[in-house]
């Protein structure tokens, strides 16, 4: 009973074996003793909280944080003990903070339980007690049968038992599982595959043994045994037998499956990977300025506390007439009152410490994330995709890069095939209007004539157009449905209305090519392959496929020929089919094979092996066996597979070519400006990669090419580095580049990571090919742990880029063709590789500049507001005496000086988009955390210290010995205590405070919105009003009415106001100065590129003459009050624009410059070239 108990809390979970046993329709056994395994339900869970333990869950995330967690102390400090200041001056801040953050994320969960509870709720149909059951997707228990129509999504991971069509094949496509929208078939056993009705599949008894759930996608081991007649049948089951979660039934009426895995243990759920949590360098050095304070906080605390009690050593201090101490005073312990007073100091200064810089901060993200969202430059209309954020924790991150390591193939290319060439038996062709042409020869025959192919030919042809798992639709999709010939449409139906589905790109641009040359694939049905040879049928039977996967880098068919042979067709990377040819022409084909590399084409190489009668057996023997294995499947399948595929006839190699995306030469020329370094990582061979590389601008023609290729030890790694490094500082060329594979990059990162980091820094562009996924995120951790540390961004497109996107500071996921899961697993996602330059040469700017000017602000402005309390205790004998009032001390962070800084981070420019983008130098300007460095972090604390020192002694001076407060001096100066006492002097203080932070943070903004001036002009009058309003009634609930009239006594006053014009320009007039001195003498790229010199206005004014507005408004009217304000100089005028030369495009009123109609200037644009 213990035991059970502990099991349901999740103490001892039970033991799980290594498989689970699954009995279909739950038909369980009834003779011997059985144990029922434990299995999860359907109930997909993906929020973060509960209604239970959302409180105390989110409270304890929340006071992790170092600032929460100290103000919480404070506040039960303040609780506890007698203090200078209310407890609610440190709750309600603390409670806003939480409360803001705690509303932020309980919305998040909310969505995210909406989502859950809508797909936990949908409807599904279950076969139970011999009848079709409706039920809820949560209810699906495992080894139940459930039925799944035509383009609805698998509820759970069902193994498929039959489907309406005879084979008992089914299409899927798995979208949203990994992005590929081809069709896919998934196979059922032939003993369920009959089982087409209920009552049948009621009485089918079957039991499946698989493997415990796991996360791949692509891996599933496990088999059936079927009981029939009293005999046992066991067949295997594979990924192509097992329907996953989210997947959609296509081209299929209906299917019926047995539920393996539900729930959270469906593959789905097991890939909803928790992401490593990444910081951002702003959000580093904010936890290091944060300490700083803190120790400034407890300096001063303890210094207070010492001064006091050295100034009460003297007994008239000590114990003055006036405040004579209690009997339990005078016998309290002195540590105990030297710790009282201590933590009564800490309560006092505790303002230093910003609790509100956290909320405004997050704040700060979440709102300024929708801006790329928003942003039409990033918004790519063909295939109407826009940008989006999936963590807005790393805005500020994108103007920090210093590495890009991008994938090549989807990337930086379309992902888009077109067959170029080909090599067959020794001989190159290349195709000219649907026909073979051999080189050197022009295409003169007539049409047809492509019939008199050779046998070599031909073979090449046929393996191309049959080995594959390319899938076909038709216009009209249940034409392969239900009875009649599966092969009707050869009949009649044109196969022109067919189109090609390949989960690679490469397999349908060599299918598409085979079938214009007059070998088309025209179908397959079950274990058919049908293809149509210049206008005659072939039927082949396929025995057997053998997968494709990333250690073979090859796939392979087996099949019966219409003669009754059987056949092997294999293709894959000429590594991993030239070393297993015994026979074809290898060497011509080799050479044919580097120079389609050279070109910048894809290659792939076909060859074929003809079996025995004896030889096919004991091949089918051996994978049969590999296949049912329940332990060790993937070894033996991969014995099987190499025992298999050798002995090979080289029949041909293929050239296909990707074509570049539009400006990725443009975008990486502009990275390399902006002092950020691009490394190429890729899959490809080496000759395809350098000639990409090349025609996209990564390496340059007079660019020095290093290479580390081909090195098979340790020593002859290093020797060949040791060899880069003496030529780097021999060669006296500007720039090299360096090219490494994937085998000589794992010896160089084993025992030589020094040795090879100096060389690839010393490099202006590095390409790694041949490279692993996993060799990818090597590279990339092994820059981010370096010495310096730089920032690293990855880009990728594919699922093979997953490791490398996680693993860098910064992941941006491509939305391309092979998949969603490198935009699900990023921080951020695009849909061209164009779109980086401006996500981070005008996003990552503004963003950075943005936040680390709010960061230091607000260090600022909470230095002025502590630093004159503690210069007020030199006045008061060390009392403890509050300066402020406690509404003043709650409000100040909250209301009077929050704003303009959230306004300034979610709108500021330094300079304009199009002018960040038309100089990606200014990028460097901000690199290595700059703004925050520990110089400027000091030239803001001091700043804070020098405003806080003026407004405090300014106020004294000025007001200390005043005699007209109230215009009648003699009565003044009689009651000087009661008329200009300690609140009237607080508040002085606390108005030109406010006054002179909000204006400061004026003079730091360069791009004023109305939102702007509404915030800061707001900001000053809402605090006059207030504190009006606050002080003009006396309020019933508070116990002191200190602050009553105190504010109107002080404006009444002509000096008071004086005081506080003196005291505000006496701060900030030396700022101004200072400003206009650094501007002039030291001018920054970024403040050159403010002020635009008249050339570069008329070169501006040339670039808007390239297009003009709707409704006749040119582009050049648009810019010229901006560019009137910065320089005073822009005349162009709308005639000028229409006098122009200019392309016919036009844009609409509404949009803003794009990265499709802008000219991204590597140089200085002169008015003479328009």
């Not at 704040?363 to 994330?369: D, R, Y």
């Not at 506080?1060 to 403040?1087: A, E, G, M, N, W």
């Amino acid at each position: 009973m213990l035991r059970w108990i502990r099991q349901q809390l999740g103490f001892d979970p039970p033991h799980q074996s290594e498989t689970r046993t699954v009995y279909v329709a739950n038909h369980f056994p009834e003779h011997g003793h059985y144990i029922p395994q434990r299995f999860a339900d359907n109930r997909i869970i993906s929020s973060k909280y509960t209604i239970w333990n959302f409180v105390p869950k989110n409270l304890f995330e929340q006071f992790r944080r170092i600032a929460n967690f100290y103000f919480l102390i404070i506040f039960l400090v303040q609780l506890m003990i007698d203090t200078p200041t209310s407890p609610v001056t440190s709750g309600l801040p603390l409670f806003f903070v939480i409360t803001v953050t705690a509303i932020k994320q309980g919305y998040e969960d909310w969505l995210r339980h909406k989502a859950d509870n809508e797909v936990n709720g949908a409807p599904v149909f279950v076969v139970r007690s011999g009848s079709l059951v409706q039920t809820r997707s949560k209810n699906i228990r495992v080894g139940d049968i459930v039925r799944v129509a035509k383009d609805e999504t698998f509820p759970a991971d069902l193994a498929l038992l039959s489907s309406d069509r005879s084979d008992g094949t089914c299409h899927i496509t798995t979208a949203s599982l990994d992005g590929e929208t081809n069709l896919k078939t998934h196979f059922s056993v032939p003993e369920t595959s009959v089982c087409q009705s209920v009552s049948q599949l009621e009485a089918l008894l079957a039991v499946v043994e698989c493997q415990q759930p796991e996360a791949d996608l692509y891996r599933f081991v496990g088999r059936i045994t079927v009981t029939q007649h009293e005999e046992e049948i066991v067949r295997p089951l594979g990924p192509e037998n097992l329907l996953l979660r989210g997947a959609r039934l296509k081209n299929t009426k209906e299917i019926f499956g047995v539920a393996i895995y539900t729930g959270m243990e469906s593959k789905m759920a097991l890939n909803y990977k928790c992401k490593s949590q990444k910081r951002s360098a702003v959000e580093k050095s904010m936890n290091t300025f944060l300490i700083i304070y803190l120790v400034i906080l407890l300096f001063e605390a303890i210094l207070s506390t010492i001064l006091k009690y050295a100034w009460q050593a003297e007994d008239k201090w000590d114990e003055p007439f006036y405040n004579q101490k209690t009997e339990l005073e005078r016998n309290s312990s002195p540590i105990l009152k030297f710790i009282s007073d201590f933590l009564a100091f800490l309560v006092l200064y505790n303002f230093i410490i910003p609790i509100s810089l956290y909320v405004t901060v997050e704040m700060q993200k979440f709102l300024g994330s929708f801006f790329i969202g928003w942003d039409l430059d990033l918004y790519h209309e063909e295939t109407d995709q826009k940008a989006q954020v999936n963590t807005s924790d790393l805005n500020e991150e994108l103007g920090q890069v210093e590495y890009v390591f991008t994938d090549k193939t989807g990337t930086l290319t379309e992902n888009e095939m077109q067959f170029r060439e080909c090599s067959v038996n020794g001989t190159k062709y290349r195709e000219v209007n649907g026909k073979l042409v051999p080189e050197g020869m022009t295409d003169d025959s007539p049409d047809g004539s492509t019939a008199h192919l050779m046998g070599e030919e031909l073979l090449f042809l046929k393996a191309v157009s049959l080995c594959h798992t390319v899938q076909i639709s038709y216009d009209q999709p249940d034409c392969l449905v239900g009875g009649g010939d599966p092969f009707s449409h050869a009949n009649g139906f044109s196969s022109s209305h067919m189109e090609y589905y390949a989960s690679s790109p490469d397999e349908k641009a060599l299918v598409e090519a085979a079938k214009r040359i007059g070998v088309a694939f025209t179908g397959s049905h079950g274990d058919t392959m049908e293809i149509k040879t210049f206008g005659k049928f072939e039927k082949y039977k396929l025995l057997h496929v053998l997968e494709f996967d990333a250690d073979r880098r090859r796939m392979s068919v087996i099949l019966q020929t219409p003669s009754g042979g059987q056949v092997l067709f294999t293709k894959g990377a000429e590594s991993a089919i030239l070393p297993f040819t015994t026979s074809g022409e290898i060497e011509k084909t080799r050479l044919h094979v580097d120079e389609f590399a050279l070109k910048g084409l894809r290659t792939l190489v076909v060859a074929c092996r003809h079996f025995s009668p004896e030889e096919y057996m004991d091949v089918d023997r051996r994978l049969t066996a590999a296949r049912t294995a329940l332990q060790q499947r993937e070894e033996r399948l991969h014995e099987a597979f190499d025992y298999i595929e050798r002995d090979l006839q080289l029949l041909g190699a293929t050239g296909v070519e990707d074509k570049l995306q539009d400006k990725v030469q443009e975008t990486i020329e502009a990275l390399r400006l902006a002092g950020i370094k691009v490394w190429v990582l890729t899959g490809d061979k080496h000759e395809t990669a350098v000639s990409v590389s090349l025609s996209c601008g990564h390496f340059h023609r007079t660019m020095n090419i290093l290479e580390l290729l081909q090195q098979r030890s340790d020593n002859e790694c290093a020797e060949q580095l040791r060899r880069l490094s003496r030529r780097i500082k021999e060669d006296h060329v500007i720039q090299h580049g360096l090219v490494v594979d994937g085998a000589s990059l794992s010896l160089a990162l084993r025992e030589h990571e020094k040795l090879f980091m100096e060389v690839c820094k010393n490099c202006s562009a590095v390409l790694c090919c041949r490279m692993a996924p996993l060799q990818k995120a090597k590279v990339v951790r092994l820059f981010k742990t370096s010495p310096e540390k730089p920032i690293t961004l990855a880009i990728g497109d594919g699922a093979n880029d997953v490791s490398m996107i996680q693993e860098a500071h910064v992941g941006i996921g491509i939305m391309g063709k092979e998949g969603r899961q490198a935009v699900r697993n990023s921080d951020y996602a695009i849909a061209r590789f164009r779109f980086l330059a401006k996500l981070l040469l005008v996003h990552g700017h503004f963003y950075y500049i943005r936040i680390a000017t709010l960061v230091q602000y607000f260090f600022y402005k909470n230095v002025c507001f502590i630093t004159p309390q503690f210069l007020y205790q030199f006045f008061c004998l060390f009392s403890q005496q509050t300066l402020y009032d406690s509404v003043y001390l709650t409000l100040y962070n909250i209301c009077f000086t929050s704003l303009p800084i959230l306004v300034y981070s979610l709108f500021e420019q330094l300079v304009h988009p199009h002018v960040l983008q038309s100089k990606p130098g200014l990028y460097r300007d901000i690199s290595k955390n700059s703004l925050l460095s520990f110089r400027t972090f000091l030239y803001w604390t001091l700043l804070g210290f020098c405003h806080a020192f003026v407004f405090f002694f300014g106020s004294y001076i000025l007001m200390g010995e005043d005699t007209t407060l109230m215009g009648n001096g003699q009565i003044l100066r009689a009651n000087r205590q009661l008329m200009f006492g300690n609140w009237t002097f607080g508040t002085l203080v606390f108005t030109v405070m406010v006054i002179t932070v909000t204006l400061k943070l004026a003079l730091e903004t360069h791009f004023w919105t109305w939102m702007n001036h509404f915030v800061t002009w707001g900001s000053i009058a809402f605090y006059f009003i207030f504190s009006l309003f606050y002080g003009g009634i006396i309020w019933p609930f508070l116990h002191t009415q200190d602050m009553y009239f105190v504010f109107v006594q002080l404006l009444s006053s002509g000096s008071a106001w004086f005081a506080i014009i003196i005291i505000v320009i006496t701060c900030l007039f030396p700022d101004v100065v200072k400003k206009v001195l650094y501007r002039h003498l030291q001018p920054t790229s970024t403040q050159k590129s403010q002020s635009l010199s008249a050339s570069q206005a008329q070169a501006l004014s040339c670039v808007e003459s390239l297009c003009c507005y709707q409704h006749g408004q040119s582009g050049c009217s648009r810019l010229a009050h901006l560019l009137e304000q910065m320089t005073g100089q822009c005349k162009a005028s709308a005639s000028n624009c229409h006098a122009s030369n200019r392309s016919n495009r036009s844009w609409s009123d509404t949009e803003n410059f794009s990265n499709d109609r802008s000219i991204l200037t590597l140089s200085p644009i002169e008015a003479t070239h328009c």
